[in-house]
T-cell receptor, first 112, second 113 residues
Framework: GNSVTQMEGPVTLSEEAFLTINCTYT??????LFWYVQYPGEGLQLLLKATKADDKGSNKGFEATYRKETTSFHLEKGSVQVSDSAVYFCALSAYNTDKLIFGTGTRLQVFP | ETGVTQSPTHLIKTRGQQVTLRCSSQ?????VSWYQQALGQGPQFIFQYYREEENGRGNFPPRFSGLQFPNYSSELNVNALELDDSALYLCASSLSPDQETQYFGPGTRLLVL
């Protein structure tokens, strides 16, 4: 079946450090891939998405590239801020459906 | 444009009771999905409603049921509550079932004692 695997957290970084959060997926066909962010006490917010191979999603300085050959969608940011501290979820939706399958989430903690 | 809203924000119930959670979808969205997020886990798909009909269901027992109303708002009902039902319940709306972008509400946190 379809599934998403994320690196375990927490990821602890100093402000302005480079961020990578790994995400790999298993899916039949060609899923769409998403990163959602959850700030403390809040619901999920869509951060970025990519709908086909080699697409790059980007938003607020975050980027992720849909890599079909490695079935990956790693999240990156060149310089993190304290305000980026949150839990990040990688997710997929199978072709022609919007049912989301999530990874377990990765907590990011950024210190000044 | 009003986003997705959910009520109540928090709820405490005891084992065996029944609970109803409510969701108002984003303006113009006719599809509502419900997810359960246990502590420290990713959200799990419960079911989706489209034009007042169930349109897909995850691996949840029948005591989890739902409704969608003509204005596209939705309810999630859980009967015979169990301790493991304690979780954050998230509602998400989208323009249609095949639209990939879902917009989430802030969730209802349910504690079952």
């Amino acid at each position: 079946g379809n599934s998403v695997t994320q690196m375990e957290g927490p990821v602890t970084l100093s402000e302005e450090a480079f961020l990578t959060i790994n995400c790999t997926y298993t899916a039949t066909g060609y899923p769409s891939l998403f990163w959602y962010v959850q700030y403390p006490g809040e619901g999920l917010q869509l951060l970025l998405k990519a709908t086909k191979a080699d697409d790059k999603g980007s938003n607020k300085g975050f980027e992720a590239t849909y890599r079909k050959e490695t079935t990956s969608f790693h999240l990156e940011k060149g310089s993190v801020q304290v305000s980026d501290s949150a839990v990040y979820f990688c997710a997929l939706s199978a072709y022609n459906t919007d049912k989301l399958i999530f990874g377990t989430g990765t907590r990011l903690q950024v210190f000044p | 444009e009003t986003g997705v809203t959910q009520s109540p924000t928090h709820l405490i119930k005891t084992r065996g009771q029944q609970v109803t959670l409510r969701c108002s979808s984003q303006s113009g969205h006719n599809t509502v999905s419900w997810y359960q997020q246990a502590l420290g886990q990713g959200p799990q798909f419960i079911f989706q409603y489209y034009r007042e009909e169930e349109n897909g269901r995850g691996n949840f027992p029948p005591r989890f049921s739902g409704l969608q109303f003509p204005n596209y708002s939705s309810e999630l009902n859980v009967n015979a509550l169990e301790l493991d039902d304690s979780a954050l319940y998230l509602c998400a709306s989208s323009l249609s079932p095949d639209q990939e972008t879902q917009y989430f509400g802030p969730g209802t946190r349910l504690l079952v004692l």
